[in-house]
C-alpha cells in the first residue's frame, strides 16, 4: 500500500498525559498537511511542512502541540498535557504540489484521540 | 463570517435523483475550488475539483462554480444509496480551507 499512512489508528488517554502520532506520506510527496477534525465538522488546518520546513502553524494551534518532520519523510504531531477539547480526530495529508496554491491531498486514515 | 459556508443537511432525495449540493466562500481570490466525499469514519477522499467559471462534468458528478457570486454546487445525477456521505466544499491557497460539510442520504 503506497498511500499516506498514519498511527496509530486509535488513542484513548488520561487528560494531562502526552501523546504523539506518526505520519507516513507517499513517498514523493514533498508538502504534508496536518488536519483536526471533530464530529459534525469539516477538517480544520493545524499546519503543513514543505519538505523538512514548517511553513505555517494555525494560530488556532496552543503551545501543547508540535509537529515535526525530519529529513522531509514521516512527520509526528505531539500534545502534551493533553486535555478533553482535544479528543477528535487527526488527519495526515500530502500533495506532490511545487506551486503555491496546492491541488488534491491525499489523506490519510487518521488518528482518533479520546481524552478521558 | 466562516471561510466556507455549507449546509449542514441533512439533504435526503429518493434513488436515481438528482443532488444538488452547495457552498459559498468568502475570498474572492481563490481560484482552485474542491468537492471532497467522508463516509462516516473514513477520511475524506476528492471527488471533483473546478478553477473556471462554469461546469465541469465528470460522470454523474457536475460540478459548477460562479467566481462573481462567490459560490460552488455540486450536481450528482442518478443518486444511489452508495453516494449517501458528507460532502465537503475546499478552496485552495498554499492549503485546503474546507466547509462543515453538507450530509447526503440517498433513500432507496
Known amino acids: 500500500d503506497t498511500g499516506v499512512s498514519q498511527d496509530p489508528r486509535h488513542k484513548i488517554t488520561k487528560r494531562g498525559q502526552n501523546v504523539t502520532f506518526r505520519c507516513d506520506p507517499i513517498?514523493?510527496?514533498?508538502?504534508l498537511y496536518w488536519y483536526r477534525q471533530t464530529l459534525g465538522q469539516g477538517p480544520e488546518f493545524l499546519t503543513y511542512?514543505?519538505?523538512?520546513?514548517?511553513?505555517?502553524k494555525s494560530r488556532l494551534l496552543s503551545d501543547r502541540f508540535s509537529a515535526e518532520r525530519p529529513k522531509g519523510s514521516f512527520s509526528t504531531l505531539e500534545i502534551q498535557r493533553t486535555e478533553q477539547g482535544d479528543s477528535a480526530m487527526y488527519l495526515c495529508a500530502s500533495s506532490p504540489n511545487r506551486d503555491r496554491v496546492v491541488g488534491e491531498l491525499f489523506f490519510g486514515e487518521g488518528s482518533r484521540l479520546t481524552v478521558l | 463570517q466562516k471561510e466556507v459556508e455549507q449546509n449542514s443537511g441533512p439533504l435526503s432525495v429518493p434513488e436515481g435523483a438528482i443532488a444538488s449540493l452547495n457552498c459559498t466562500y468568502s475570498d474572492r481570490g481563490s481560484q482552485s475550488f474542491f468537492w471532497y466525499r467522508q463516509y462516516s469514519g473514513k477520511s475524506p477522499e476528492l471527488i471533483m475539483s473546478i478553477y473556471s467559471n462554469g461546469d465541469k462534468e465528470d460522470g454523474r458528478f457536475t460540478a459548477q462554480l460562479n467566481k462573481a457570486s462567490q459560490y460552488v454546487s455540486l450536481l450528482i445525477r442518478d443518486s444511489q444509496p452508495s453516494d449517501s456521505a458528507t460532502y465537503l466544499c475546499a478552496y485552495s491557497s498554499y492549503k485546503l480551507i474546507f466547509g462543515s460539510g453538507t450530509r447526503l442520504l440517498v433513500r432507496p
Open positions: 511542512f514543505q519538505n523538512e520546513a514548517q511553513l505555517e
Open positions: 513517498s514523493e510527496h514533498n508538502r
